[in-house]
């Protein structure tokens, strides 16, 4: 079998079992966010932190519990890498710098998990398990909150009710996380991946020396963080470490892992605001753009005219054997299209469009299907633009389930769409500005651009993963990072929450012959049509400044 329809089966094999459970993990969320029954687990935790389950949050008091539980889990992360070195399980570290603390708070915080450190050789146990891991859940479970109180903004009317932050943290948490994190763990561990809590061990080498490996609870994390689509690893090395990722079924399935839930994410929508079918066409969208960019950054990595090249099925460059072009190529596609930032390969040895294709991919908002809520919440601002612009073809007032999208509403939805680009942007500017990026770039010209603007990008998406040829672990990047981070996360919260509140407070409009049908394809390649051309035109001259420059000269 050629390594190409390796590639190609293997794509096709993921898209079935992504089939398979769209409709019960979606009707299962759909279910989870809709009860108004509270397991009794869940009760013990309302009562722990003095929250009422059963009181309805406008959209501030709900922003506000996002803010404030956010808040308070930075400022515990931080303080539990500073006082690392008195941990027990430590291994023998030493607390982490002021600086990278809060790189790394900010990180697992906001759904990131931006890396500037070697795992292995910087957090202990305890720092992992009770700090990194717990934040791998609770930050998917608020990215899931925010997207259902904006799909309650849809489905309700006559209400500024968005539903309770608290039950919607804790549900995710405990009813979707949890379970499907450890049945994933299972797995991985029977497919080979290390789950334990050992010490440092020295071990041999084939040609001769030895160098030192530590365990740890690899296997739950790794289920988790990409479960969660959180990204960051045990190891430096990452998802291609063999203690993370042992065999290329392993890679596929943490693939599917990253995938399914925003995938699923879709359905559980359109259950939700009462018609499936508005769910299948923001799921059509997501896979049209997911396939489109897989199937380009496939050709990218396999079309090589040079003999050794060709000899080794395609560009090999910081590739996993086990995982060949086809497997990394999936892999590169799935983790900056969500906010996972895992990666099975190095993207900064990509080819320079196949480089350019992470990074747009990471551009687009990551909404195809992109993080766990975060995605889903995004492409639906993108729907609304959408909308908004069919309404000014035909000169009619922009209608989208239901709901006008006014000035409030398209103020809002556009002040979020320029939120992220702007961040990526000035920081990019203002680090290739200072003296600081060419002692950070171990590339110059247009790749080492290509590096700072990939950091920037990755950090302000919440994506994490990194182009592997940037030292960030200075004081300027792990500041500048830190607040990308931090900003791209709650700013466009706040706007995607008072849009939420301003939708659940109207009166529904009653569909006419005039109104645009947003179930039908023609609206699906309208919506896909938008995104690459407000995508195009915000990055297009800093990509022509790096990818496109350096893939166009080789």
């Known amino acids: 079998m050629g390594p190409v329809l390796a590639g190609v089966l293997q794509l096709l094999a993921l898209i079935g079992a992504l089939g398979l459970a769209h409709v019960p993990l979606g009707s299962y969320m759909a279910r989870v966010y809709s009860s108004d029954r509270h397991?009794?687990?869940?009760?013990?935790?309302?009562?722990?932190?003095?929250?009422?389950?059963?009181?309805?949050?406008?959209?501030?008091?709900?922003?506000?519990g996002v803010l404030a539980f956010?808040?308070?889990?930075?400022?515990?992360?931080y303080l539990l890498q500073r006082i690392q070195g008195v941990l027990p399980l430590s291994m023998g570290f030493r607390s982490i710098d002021p600086a990278q603390a809060f790189n790394t708070a900010a990180s697992f915080v906001t759904n990131t998990n931006w890396q500037s450190y070697y795992g292995e050789q910087t957090m202990g146990h305890v720092v992992q398990t009770a700090g990194l891991a717990v934040q791998n859940f609770v930050s998917a479970a608020v990215g899931?909150?925010?997207?259902?109180?904006?799909?309650?903004?849809f489905a309700r009317s006559r209400t500024g009710d968005l539903g309770n932050f608290w039950t919607d943290l804790v549900r995710g948490t405990v009813r979707i996380l949890v379970p499907l994190a450890a049945v994933a763990a299972v797995v991985l561990v029977a497919c080979g991946a290390i789950q334990n809590f050992s010490g440092i061990h020295e071990v041999g080498q084939f040609m001769g020396g030895s160098q030192q490996w530590n365990g740890g609870a690899v296997a739950s994390q790794e289920a988790i963080k990409e479960?969660?689509?959180?990204?960051?690893?045990?190891?430096?090395?990452?998802?291609?470490?063999?203690?993370?990722?042992?065999?290329?079924?392993?890679?596929?399935?943490?693939?599917?892992?990253?995938l399914v839930i925003p995938f699923s994410l879709t359905r559980t929508f359109g259950l939700m605001v009462g018609s499936v079918r508005q769910g299948y066409a923001i799921l059509a969208t997501?896979?049209?753009?997911?396939?489109?960019?897989?199937?380009?950054?496939?050709?990218?990595?396999?079309?090589?005219?040079?003999?050794?090249?060709?000899?080794?099925?395609?560009?090999?460059?910081?590739?996993?054997?086990?995982?060949?072009v086809g497997g990394s190529s999936i892999f590169a596609v799935a983790t900056t299209l969500t906010s996972t930032g895992a990666v099975d390969s190095f993207h900064s040895s990509f080819t320079g469009l196949g480089g350019g294709i992470a990074l747009l991919s990471m551009m687009l908002g990551e909404i195809a299907p992109g993080g766990t809520g975060s995605g889903l919440y995004g492409i639906l601002i993108m729907a609304i633009i959408a909308v908004f612009i069919a309404g000014l073809m035909v000169g009619r007032t922009p209608e989208y389930l239901g709901k006008k999208i006014g000035?409030?509403?398209?103020?809002?939805?556009?002040?979020?769409?320029?939120?992220?680009?702007?961040?990526?942007?000035?920081f990019t500017a203002v680090s290739m500005a200072l003296p600081t990026p060419p002692h950070s770039m171990l590339n110059p010209g247009a790749h080492g651009f290509s590096e700072v603007l990939y950091a920037f990008t990755s950090a302000a998406n919440n994506n994490g993963s990194a182009f592997a040829g940037l030292n960030a672990n200075t004081d300027w990047f792990n500041t500048m990072t830190g607040l990308a981070m931090l900003l791209g996360r709650f700013l466009p919260m706040v706007f995607v929450l008072a849009l939420a509140g301003s939708l659940a407070g109207q009166k529904p409009v009653p569909t006419t012959a005039g109104t645009l049908r947003t179930e039908k394809p023609l609206f699906t390649g309208l919506l896909v049509g938008a995104i690459l051309i407000i995508t195009g035109l915000t990055y297009f001259p800093a990509l022509a400044l790096g990818p496109l420059a350096e893939g166009l000269a080789s």
């Not at 397991?39 to 506000?64: F, K």
């Not at 909150?145 to 799909?151: E, F, T, Y």
């Not at 199937?295 to 060949?324: C, D, N, P, Y």
């Not at 409030?408 to 939120?419: F, G, M, P, S, T």
């Open 70 to 77: 956010s808040t308070v889990s930075v400022l515990l992360l």
């Open 144 to 153: 899931i909150a925010v997207a259902v109180a904006l799909v309650r903004g």
């Open 407 to 426: 000035s409030r509403e398209i103020k809002l939805a556009a002040v979020y769409i320029l939120v992220t680009p702007a961040l990526v942007l000035v």
């Open 227 to 258: 479960i969660g689509t959180n990204g960051g690893g045990y190891f430096n090395a990452n998802s291609a470490h063999p203690f993370e990722n042992p065999s290329p079924f392993t890679n596929l399935f943490e693939i599917f892992l990253i």
């Open 286 to 324: 997501m896979a049209a753009i997911w396939v489109g960019f897989t199937a380009l950054m496939m050709w990218t990595e396999f079309a090589h005219h040079e003999g050794a090249l060709q000899i080794a099925g395609g560009s090999m460059e910081g590739k996993e054997v086990r995982f060949g």
């Open 39 to 64: 397991w009794r687990v869940e009760r013990w935790v309302y009562r722990s932190i003095g929250a009422d389950p059963d009181t309805q949050m406008r959209w501030p008091a709900y922003l506000r």
